[in-house]
């Protein structure tokens, strides 16, 4: 299922080199001159700073959103009945998906994909927050999301949001998270029982920083080396 992208607007920034100063003649002479040469030195370090960046940082695998942009907040109930909020996350670098846990393939495959990048980052795993929402309110009952999670080896590494239709569409809206559980499951604000059905979904996982800024996101046919090297870059930064 092919993730939905939008055009960021691209945000005016103030030139550093525009901040005012004093260009009034005084004493020997001019200040022109000094000030003159004052920005060509500061362009200069910028320039270099910045080519040097750019060899010693290492590229980002998935589509990078330039500038980042604030992630959407929220706060649902996980797998254990506990509220959380993305605020509660900041200082760390946030996979943010979005599942159902009767998924028969992509969602089977991105819980997998998390469970090795979490082997596979070692130390810097404590510094990740692996998150997914619920894209079927009525299906993912609290014993459909813990067994999900223990099958797929991510219990204990992966946080599992649920809630209902009222709470949820805001945020598949926020994430361009395209969700048919409502067409699937009539009931589902009330939590009637599980149709059974699939639900057909976006596909997606969002790398947000230890700032709550959305950084890059990639599709849900991710390479699990290429989640961990960003998620590393990310952490590095």
């Given amino acids: 299922m092919a993730s939905q992208q939008r055009d960021e607007p691209t945000q005016r920034r103030a030139n550093p080199l525009r901040a005012g100063g004093d260009t009034r003649r005084g004493g020997a002479g001019t200040r022109w001159p000094y000030v003159a040469l004052t920005v060509a030195v500061a362009a200069a370090v910028a320039a270099t700073a910045a080519t ?8 980002l695998a998935g589509a990078v959103l330039n500038p980042p942009v ?11 009945g506990r509220t959380v909020s993305l ?15 009767h998924c028969p393939d992509v969602c089977p495959f991105i819980a997998d994909e998390f469970h090795a990048v979490h082997a596979e980052l070692g130390a810097v795993a404590g510094r990740t927050a692996f998150v ?7 299906g993912d009952t609290l014993e459909s999301v813990r067994k999900f999670l223990a099958s797929h080896r991510v219990l204990g590494e992966m946080t599992y949001l649920r809630g209902t239709s009222a709470q949820l569409r805001p945020v598949w809206a926020h ?20 149709t ?6 976006t596909a997606i996982v969002y790398l ?25 870059a990310l952490v590095g930064r």
């Fill in 132 to 138: 997914a929402v619920s894209v079927d309110p009525a």
């Fill in 196 to 201: 059974g059905a699939a639900v057909d979904h």
């Fill in 175 to 194: 994430y361009y998270v395209g969700s048919d559980a409502e067409a699937v499951n009539p009931d589902a604000a009330s939590a009637a029982p599980h």
């Fill in 208 to 232: 947000i920083d230890q700032t709550g800024k959305i950084v890059l996101f990639l599709p849900g046919n991710l390479d699990p080396r290429d989640l961990a090297a960003d998620i590393r």
């Fill in 70 to 80: 604030a992630a959407y907040e929220f706060r649902l109930p996980d797998q254990d």
């Fill in 87 to 101: 605020a509660d996350l900041r200082g760390k670098i946030v996979a943010l998906t979005f599942l159902y846990t």
């Fill in 52 to 59: 040097i960046r750019a060899r010693s940082a290492p590229a």
